[in-house]
């Protein structure tokens, strides 16, 4: 197979990924897999609380990947900043003087930033890097998996503008309508109109109070030699992430008062049913595989929280 080949059949598989998913966690993390096709690494910054926030990454060290996580860029300065501000920008390499966000990362002499953009503004930024002659190098296959990441966030924020209640659209995968998502107050005590930046924030850093860890990039258990499990496998981390996601403060106060099974009864059992019709054919070891992904993404490993 051809290096063309190759990198097309990556597209194609990765944006039809892009079009199924509702989940800004997996829209996100099927846009960073799909990096791959044309730059050796890849890093995601998201736009929360007025900040650049590392996400995830791909092809760096362990230890580079676990300081991007952490990192945390000044949306109003540098490279990040001037990116997010040319609204017409599709990707756009470092000028003199400008610098890409440092989080350990070492040898790499070339590097490209790519905005995606909802509703006009830059919620994230995948910015790809390389060594001197490293292939592949094709900021366009990348610009072109923003495109249909863009495209998917904002028909999802159009969706929940035209219902009013941020619930999901019929069409949404049985993942989110496990998990529908319920408005909450903003600070000065309104309603928050949902937010595409807002959901996408699932899996960054979020304020020290939550106490809800980061997702690492990483799926629950290792990698399963059978295809058909490994995707129900990540399919039951998807349904986790997106309970946690919409029932962020019953996650807080159920680890904390220890009533986290009670306070998302209901959510866990949507989730469960949703599993089981997707996945009948593997049984209680499938369900297996989606109790594990709640003890991880919602009691935070501790499984007696759900018991």
């Known amino acids: 197979m ?3 080949t190759e990198t097309l059949e990556t597209l194609d598989r990765k944006l039809a990924e892009l079009a199924s998913f509702l989940s800004p966690s997996e829209i996100f993390r099927a846009l960073l897999e799909g990096s791959v096709a044309g730059v050796p690494r890849a890093a995601i910054f998201l736009m929360r609380d ?5 996400w995830s ?4 060290t362990a230890d580079a990947a676990a300081q991007q996580r952490q990192a945390v860029v000044p949306a109003d300065t540098g490279w990040l900043a ?3 501000a040319e609204e017409d920008v599709r990707w756009r390499s470092l000028t003199a003087g400008e610098h890409a966000p440092a989080f350990g990362q070492t040898g790499y002499t070339e590097a490209v930033g790519l905005p995606v953009r909802v509703g006009g503004k830059a919620i994230a930024i995948v910015v790809a890097e390389r060594a001197p002659g490293e292939a592949p190098w094709s900021p366009a296959a990348v610009a072109i998996l923003c495109q249909a990441a863009r495209l998917r966030l904002e028909l999802d924020l159009a969706w929940r503008r035209l219902k009013g209640t941020g619930g999901p659209s019929p069409s949404a995968s049985a993942a989110v309508e496990a998990a529908p998502p319920a408005p909450r107050p903003s600070p000065e005590g309104t309603r928050e109109e949902p937010r595409v930046a807002a959901a996408a924030a699932v899996a960054e850093a979020p304020s020290p109070a939550t106490g809800i860890a980061p997702w690492s990039g990483v799926a629950a258990g290792k ?6 499990r490994e995707e129900a496998r990540r399919y039951a981390r998807l349904v986790a992430t997106d309970i946690r996601l919409y029932n962020e403060e ?11 099974a009670s306070r ?5 059992q949507r989730g469960r049913e949703a599993f089981t019709r997707r996945f009948p054919d593997l049984g209680a070891d499938g369900v297996k595989l989606l109790d ?8 935070g490993g501790d499984a007696s929280l759900l018991s």
């Open 292 to 299: 594990d992904a709640y003890v991880q993404v919602l009691a």
């Open 50 to 54: 007025g900040r650049w926030k590392g």
């Open 57 to 60: 990454s791909i092809g760096y």
């Open 264 to 268: 998302l009864k209901e959510h866990i």
């Open 250 to 260: 019953a996650v807080v106060v159920g680890r904390r008062q220890r009533d986290l």
């Open 82 to 84: 001037a990116l997010a």
């Open 223 to 228: 990698a399963d030699a059978d295809p058909r």
């Open 2 to 4: 051809t290096r063309e």
